[in-house]
């Protein structure tokens, strides 16, 4: 399937920068990564930087999925409040959850350091209530966070107006976020791999795999065999076909891309990136040449050509919301896109194995809105399962979880 449509400016602005071969011998490693995106690069790089042979086998192009359809906003903030995942779960997973992803900006920082030019930048988060009804919610859920002391500030109507020029009766303001180029990450984290002596390769295509009590044997499709010791799938939504039980429910989401605006025009928006309260929710931030991304409008629409004949209707309507939102922008469209993910019904996503296949073969998967943050916590807790070391978040982040 295809996750991206038309012309995502990551791929655009960065081109294909560095030339990976398809596989054409059979080959043996610790662990094969399959999915050549930031969650298959962040996995590899945390395993080989520990001692793991891995390989990295993508079907397309790298980082030609998912990655390039991004809008990389880094949040701690899940899909789902922390009050809510307090109901579900209780109060104690529900600010682990919350407290490790951000740890995870964190984390992506460093990564970032090691690699350099990845337009990594942090930022303010903006969450305001778009309906006066939510405003109670979020004034709840502000006092939860601070009891657990994360760096927030709930900002009243004058304040909003002032600050931010928005007309709203609540916000949180959280000093806790950032920013990336997800496609150039993905990249150079890959390209430095190949370099230490891993191979990456793509254009190769998974047919099939079995695993045993010891090993597991994957076939391409141009017949090529990789024997590994564990094998983490990291397609994204397109784990899906190799499980029966249906864990998670596609969406797409539409995104575009201003041409630059002045640094005075943005103000605050510069480094704020800002998202609302309504489901699906409008968000949006700015990159390091001054431009505006904007997304939301998301739908349950996963096939390539009916959701690509949307784009330019979704970018339509996004305009117009967030000129309505800041009338003072002079917003320009320069490119508009859509990608394809998987998100759950709590917000959280699954990271190891499941039953179907036995403990050899992990999954990384349905991440909603926070594919960065949770791509880097999982290659930590996938090298934990591999390792046999306990991870705080190995129970949440479970399969089983379906089952309570």
């Known amino acids: 399937m295809d996750l991206k449509s038309g012309y995502p ?30 969650t298959g690069a962040l996995i590899a790089d945390e395993l080989a ?59 992506l920082q460093d990564k970032a350091r090691g690699i350099r030019d990845v337009d990594f930048a942090w930022a303010d988060s903006l969450y305001y209530a778009s309906k006066y009804r939510h405003a109670r919610v979020l004034r709840d859920e502000f006092n939860l966070r601070l009891k657990h ?12 107006q002032e600050n931010y020029r928005i007309d709203a009766p609540a ?64 397609a994204g939504y397109a784990n899906q076909h190799w499980l029966k039980q249906k864990v998670a429910q596609n969406r797409s989401s539409y995104a575009f891309i201003s041409d630059p605006i002045e640094t005075d025009t943005l103000g605050p928006l510069k480094d704020t990136m800002v998202w609302e309260s309504a489901r699906p929710y409008l968000y949006m931030r700015s990159t390091g040449d001054g ?28 305009h117009r919301k967030v000129t309505k939102l800041f009338p003072h922008l002079p917003l320009q469209l320069a490119f508009a896109w859509a990608g394809t993910f998987a998100e759950t019904r709590d917000g959280l996503p699954f990271f190891g194995p499941h039953a179907q296949h036995g403990p050899r073969i992990h999954f990384a998967m349905a991440y909603g ?17 591999i390792e046999k070391r306990r991870h705080p978040l190995a129970a949440l982040f479970d399969f089983k979880r379906l089952e309570r």
């Open 291 to 318: 431009r505006l991304l904007i997304g939301g409008e998301d739908d349950s629409v996963d096939v390539p050509a009916r959701r690509d004949a949307r784009v330019e209707k979704k970018a339509r309507i996004l």
């Open 369 to 385: 809105g926070n594919g960065i943050t949770y791509s880097m916590l999982g290659a930590d807790l996938l090298r934990a399962l």
């Open 149 to 160: 002391g994360f760096q927030v500030e709930l900002l009243e109507p004058e304040a909003l």
């Open 49 to 107: 930087a520990h001692g793991h042979e891995v390989a990295v086998v993508e079907q397309r192009d790298i980082g030609w999925g998912s990655s390039a359809a991004s809008t990389a906003l880094l949040q701690y903030e899940i899909d789902t409040h922390m009050l809510d995942l307090a109901k579900r779960y209780g109060e104690a997973d529900a600010v682990l959850a919350y407290r490790q992803c951000a740890e995870a900006i964190a984390m």
């Open 171 to 234: 916000a949180i303001l959280s000093h806790q976020a950032a920013r990336i180029d997800p496609y150039r990450m993905a990249y150079r984290l890959l390209a430095r791999l190949e370099k230490r002596g891993s191979p990456v390769f793509d254009r190769t295509h998974i047919a099939e795999f079995h695993a045993t009590s010891r090993s597991v044997t994957l076939r391409t499709e141009g017949g090529q065999t990789i024997r590994a010791n564990h094998v983490v799938l990291a």
């Open 9 to 38: 400016f990551w791929a655009i602005k960065n081109g294909l920068m560095h030339a990976f071969p398809p596989l054409k011998s059979d080959l043996r490693c610790d662990v094969a990564i399959i999915g050549g995106g930031i």
